[in-house]
């Protein structure tokens, strides 16, 4: 097994090679709890195309990992997918049976999770670990599998050895590298990370960065990446996805929606990002608090909070615009204002 | 179990320091009746303490060899409807009456062992130091001790120091197993306590307090022990099923008292006259029957207070 | 293995059985009523009954004297006389009855490990359906239930109405056996009712255990990457939850051998199996101190060294541990 380029991948049987890499529409993924059924994802709609980097960003809760879960299926026994579709390569992964689904996982979508303390597994070496979906996945034999183990932690920048040993007799910048090895093991298509340098300081947090930059150029990669921290999206990515509540506020190329910010919520985030060249001024922080999933208010849910909502807010829920590039769903920027097209979500 | 559900800072006043804590413990109680396995649990329990406290109504006095009855070893009938033992005795007049017993000796030991778990639990873990170090290693040498053994043999010891009769209302056999039990069961509540005791004395009203100048012996009883009782409360369902179930099985192979009879002097009874071989089911399978319910029940109440005292679980059920 | 761990386990352990030995000088000298409990033994001749005074020397002050000859003489393995059985040397009434315990309880805690703890995971895994309900309600009634009660209930049913098991004993009394597999098979057949009342008890307990360790294991974050990784759901449950299910639930297995011997005792009686427990109670009945003594001696120490074990297998278990 080599390294994979684009252009070598085999594609699953049921693929359309004309089709974009991945279409997520209308999303709606439901918790029910006790008290109530919390609308985690409701309605998200977005578009990865081959070598991209999409960044989700948002506050805790918003959705952004339910969404990522959502394409897997991984959520837990109380959530299901209510709604929408998820299109890989053309193929909708969401009608599929649980069986039918796994062919997918890790094969073309895998996920590198947050605190990689706790998602690798403590009692199995780490070397194991990544040469266990290659042995079981790709019918590669028990030996090759850990030859090729060692192959992808010296891509990482992990010496071959250290692969004997146990999850906590690394790092945490060591684990999270480890994680991002075991996430291409069988040669995905789509890597999530999922607030990957959350947990890890600044300077390794630059490196994990880096290793993400330089593997995205060698293999081709297509990434997900996760985060609240909007620094991470701005040097890795190239499209920026804002969620907001379980809804997508703002969409499209970083260049334009960081510096030309529409949605009030992308905006605030922004200028709630300390600046560290202007002249020392008290944290902006965004009043108020997420709204409550189990009973979202009606209309657009980041109204309560929002200093330019207008009646009609929090009545109706704002439809998707496009201008260009950019997406956004916000009643200041009405269809057919702005100089652009009027129309619904990127298609 | 982790921490008590309310944590009480005293705002002084003995009035206002009851209020609130006799509010927090009737939302509590409701909380937990509202779990199926909470209100089984308490009905059970209930039902059994309704018995004990007056089986007389129920049943009539104690039957004995004098006046028992019906026939030996008769099967259940109209008239005896749980049947007889080996003298005529009415197994459901012994069983009722063993209620009072079982219960009894279980309620006198819990408080003993809580008693000594909660005092050396709160002083080991407010005091520190070396006196915390030699308590937990006494406590820790009780938890690898087989105490049923311990409790086995250090009672006909004390019975033979102190002879047969009654003390403080109650027979010295049924006294010297309330304290047996006590002395051999305390290790796990102390253990507990120590570590609830020692996350709320971080707690900054601990520092005011001493800066005010309150002793330990003030602190430990006005601050510490309040915040320690809901976990003491959880703890002690636990610690009353496994006393009845030791004082039972203590009973069983010799240490009840025949002029007492708990549920296990009575499966004790029957096994030594030959029940099982000679088929007389009734006669062990009704007290067995009180002792699985009441053990169950203190157990689905020791779950459903522990859902509720420790929500992290309650995340994913 | 860390042998640090190794060497810290060990030590903590022979403190342990330090702090026994002292316990029982305590409880068996230096009350009230001793030396005499120990030494007036009715079925011994006064010429004995004075040796044994002057090897324990229990004329003579308790500090130091007689705590250094009770060392000495039990390490020696002279665990005086027993009262009961007409002065014979304790540790052959006891060596007597060692085994027939060491076999039903040993069994016992094989069977119900392997089936409890693979009870306990299944249920645990599969989470509500019947097997789960079902199996869960079965445990937590036998977890409730004294053993020796169960034992009596199955010999009710099976011995005494169906008829298909004897009701008691380790061999049928007076029998004679043309071949060793005949006395073997009579062996089994007293065996199967008194193993199964220490293996259902010990099952109950056992898959609950299991059970509540996969639960939480469950909801870790490393499951969800075992299955973000495909595997199939056999595989993640065999080779990601239930090594980490274990290592609590082997703790708690340990630990727990100090509270089943409450039920051994019990069962034995039950089924008048000729071990440990059948002795103990004879020997309580009797008040035959020197017995009791012994048996607490054995039993304490037994616990600690499968304390000490589980501790051991722990450490195997878990890499973590392994400073």
Redesign the interface.
């Given at each position: 097994m080599t390294v994979a380029t684009p252009h070598q991948r085999t594609l699953p049987k049921q693929a359309d090679p004309n089709a974009p890499l991945l279409v997520v529409e209308d999303l709606k993924t439901y918790f029910t709890l006790?008290s109530g059924t919390v609308k985690a994802v409701d309605g998200v709609s977005f578009r990865l195309d081959q070598g991209e980097a999409l960044g989700i960003a948002g506050e805790s809760g918003c959705g952004k990992t339910t969404t990522a879960l959502s394409l897997l299926r991984l959520l837990?026994?109380?959530a299901s997918i209510v709604g929408g579709s998820v299109k890989l390569m053309g193929i909708d992964l969401v009608p599929k049976s649980d069986n039918a689904l796994r062919r997918y996982r890790w094969r073309e979508i895998s996920i590198v999770f947050q605190g990689a303390m706790n998602a690798l597994n403590p009692v199995q070496r780490v070397r194991d670990q990544i040469a266990e979906p290659i042995e079981e996945r790709m019918g590669v034999s028990a030996s090759a599998a850990r030859k090729r183990a060692g192959e992808l932690l010296e891509l990482v920048g992990i010496p071959k050895a250290r692969g004997r040993g146990y999850p906590h007799e690394l790092s945490g910048g060591m684990r999270q590298r480890a994680m991002i090895a075991m996430a291409l093991a069988c040669d995905p298509a789509i890597v999530i990370g999922d607030e990957p340098t959350t947990a890890l300081d600044v300077m390794v947090q630059a490196q994990i960065l880096q290793l993400l930059e330089d593997l995205r150029a060698k293999l081709g990669l297509s990434l997900i990446l996760i985060t609240h921290d909007l620094s991470v999206i701005a040097e890795t990515c190239d499209r920026v996805m804002v969620m907001y509540a379980g809804r997508v506020a703002e969409e499209g190329p970083v260049s334009e929606v960081f510096a030309r910010p529409r949605h009030p919520y992308t905006r605030a985030l922004l200028a709630a990002y300390p600046n560290i060249h202007a002249d020392r001024r008290t944290l902006e922080v965004i009043p108020g608090s997420p709204p409550d999933l189990r009973d979202p208010p009606p209309g657009c849910r980041f109204a309560p909070r929002c200093t330019f909502a207008m009646d009609v807010c929090s009545v109706e829920v704002p439809p998707d615009v496009t201008f260009g590039d950019v997406r956004v769903a916000c009643h200041l920027f009405p269809a057919g204002g702005d100089g652009a097209a009027t129309g619904g979500a990127a298609s | 179990m982790s921490a008590s559900p309310v944590l009480l800072e005293p705002t002084g006043g003995r009035t206002r320091r009851w209020t609130t804590r006799a509010v927090g413990w009737r939302s509590f109680l409701s909380r937990l009746l509202h779990r199926p396995e909470g209100a089984i649990g308490v009905a059970i329990i209930v039902f059994f303490a309704v018995l004990a406290l007056a089986p007389g109504i129920f049943v009539g006095p104690l039957e004995t060899v004098t006046n028992s009855s019906g026939k030996r070893l008769e099967p259940p009938s109209l008239q005896h409807l749980l049947g007889t033992d080996n003298l005529g005795r009415d197994v459901l007049n012994l069983t009722v009456h063993g209620a009072r017993i079982s219960m009894l000796i279980g309620l006198l030991a819990t408080v003993v062992t809580l008693v000594i778990g909660a005092l050396l639990g709160i002083v080991s873990g407010f005091v520190g130091g070396r006196t915390d170090t030699v308590i937990m290693r006494i406590t820790d040498?009780f938890?690898?001790?087989?105490?049923?053994?311990?409790a086995?043999?250090?009672a006909?010891?004390v019975l033979?120091?102190i002879g047969t009769g009654e003390i403080l209302g109650i027979r010295t056999t049924l006294f010297v197993i309330v304290i047996v039990i006590g002395i051999t069961s305390w290790a796990t509540t102390a253990r507990i306590i120590r570590s609830q005791t020692m996350s709320v004395k971080e707690r900054a009203f601990i520092d005011r307090a001493r800066v005010i100048g309150s002793g330990p012996w003030r602190m430990m009883r006005v601050h510490i022990l309040p915040n320690v009782t809901g976990l003491i409360v959880a703890n002690a369902v636990l610690i009353f099923?496994g006393a009845i179930?030791?004082e039972?099985?203590l009973a069983?192979?010799?240490?009840g008292d025949p002029f007492a009879p708990s549920w296990g002097q009575i499966?004790g009874a029957?096994?030594d006259a030959g029940?099982?071989?000679?088929?007389a089911?009734w006669w062990?399978?009704s007290p067995?029957v009180c002792?699985?319910?009441v053990?169950?029940a203190f157990?689905?109440i020791g779950g459903a207070l522990d859902d509720l005292l420790n929500p992290k679980?309650r995340?994913?059920? | 293995m860390g042998s640090r761990y190794l060497l810290r386990r060990i030590l903590q352990a022979m403190l342990?059985i330090a702090?026994?030995v002292v316990?029982n000088f305590i409880?068996f000298r230096a009350?009230?009523?001793s030396p005499e409990?120990m030494s007036h033994n009715p079925n011994q001749s006064a010429a004995a009954r004075a040796d044994l005074r002057a090897r324990w020397g229990l004329d003579q002050p308790l500090f130091p004297d007689q705590f250094a000859r009770y060392i000495s003489t039990t390490l020696q393995g002279d665990l005086g006389q027993s009262y009961k059985y007409k002065g014979q040397d304790v540790t052959e009434v006891i060596a007597n009855r060692v085994w027939p315990t060491i076999i039903l309880f040993g069994l016992g805690e094989l069977i119900a490990i392997a089936v409890g703890l693979v009870l306990g995971a299944y249920s645990g895994w599969k989470r509500g359906g019947v097997v789960d309900y079902a199996g869960n309600g079965a445990s937590?009634?036998l977890?409730?239930?004294?053993y020796?009660?169960l034992g009596?209930?199955l010999?009710?049913i099976f011995?005494?109405?169906l008829g298909w098991f004897p009701?008691?004993g380790m061999f049928t009394l007076g029998e004679t056996y043309s071949s060793f597999s005949d006395q073997l098979l009579d062996f089994a057949h007293h065996l199967v009712l008194p193993l199964a009342a220490v293996s259902l008890g010990l099952i109950g307990q056992y898959s609950i255990l299991m059970r509540s360790s996969v639960i939480?294991t469950r909801?870790e974050d490393y499951i969800t990457t075992a299955t973000a990784k495909g595997l199939s759901e056999s595989r993640v449950l065999r080779g990601h939850a239930v090594p980490n299910a274990l290592l609590p639930t082997v703790s708690l297995i340990g630990?727990n051998l100090?509270?089943i011997?409450?039920?051994a005792?019990?069962v034995e009686?039950?089924f008048s199996w000729p071990g440990l427990g059948t002795l103990?109670?004879e020997a309580?009945?009797a008040?035959d101190?020197p017995v009791?003594?012994a048996?607490?001696l054995i039993?304490?120490v037994t616990?600690?060294f499968a304390?000490l074990v589980a501790d051991i297998v722990y450490g195997r278990l878990d890499p973590r541990v392994r400073t």
């Open positions: 006790e837990p026994s109380n | 040498f938890l690898v001790l087989p105490t049923f053994v311990l086995l043999i250090i006909p010891i033979d120091i099923a179930l030791t039972t099985t069983f192979i010799g240490l499966l029957s096994q029940a099982p071989g000679l088929g089911w062990y399978v067995g002792i699985v319910l053990v169950l157990t689905l679980a995340r994913r059920r | 342990t702090g026994i316990l409880l009350m009230p009523g409990r937590l009634i977890y409730s239930m004294p020796f009660l009596m209930i010999l009710v011995a005494t109405a009701t008691a939480e909801s630990i100090g509270f011997i409450a039920g005792i019990t009686v039950v103990t109670q309580l009945e008040r101190y009791l003594q048996i607490f039993l304490a616990v600690v304390n």
